[in-house]
């Protein structure tokens, strides 16, 4: 079973920044995509920003756009996102994804990535 490690949640006041960093294992070798996701309690989970290996490409929801960047991180199949101007709407918890294997057709359905991992809490307070 993959293992996909997040860091990096915690409560900051409205307007504040976090930065959630995710690290899929050094020895898989054709990571195609890793994403963030996010579930507020009672609501379903949405797609937040994708990341594309193959070309460097991003990928926002619109609610996050100019707000949020994703990115390569340091090490082998990590994935970085920057939050700023953070509003109470974003808290959450908020779970890195990844796939693995040929295109998407969605880059933010759920049902398209393969593992996921255990989720970091994001809490803003007004």
């Known amino acids: 079973q993959v293992q996909l490690v997040e860091s990096g949640g915690g409560s900051v006041q409205t307007g504040g920044s976090l930065r959630l960093s995710c690290v899929a294992p050094?020895?898989?070798?054709?990571?195609?995509?890793m994403a963030w996701f996010r579930q507020a309690p009672g609501q379903e989970r949405e797609g937040v920003a994708s990341?594309?290996?193959?070309?460097?490409?991003?990928y926002y929801a619109a609610s996050v756009k100019g707000r949020f960047t994703i990115s390569r991180g340091g090490a082998r199949n990590q994935v970085d996102l920057q939050m700023n101007s953070l509003k109470p709407e974003d808290t959450g918890m908020y779970y890195c994804?990844?796939?693995?294997?040929?295109?998407?057709?969605?880059?933010?359905?759920?049902?398209?990535?393969?593992?996921w991992g255990q989720g970091t809490q994001v809490t803003v307070s007004s």
């Open positions: 994804a990844m796939r693995n294997r040929g295109y998407l057709r969605s880059v933010f359905g759920p049902d398209e990535y393969d593992f």
């Open positions: 050094a020895d898989i070798y054709n990571v195609l995509y």
């Open positions: 990341f594309y290996f193959g070309g460097d490409s991003t």
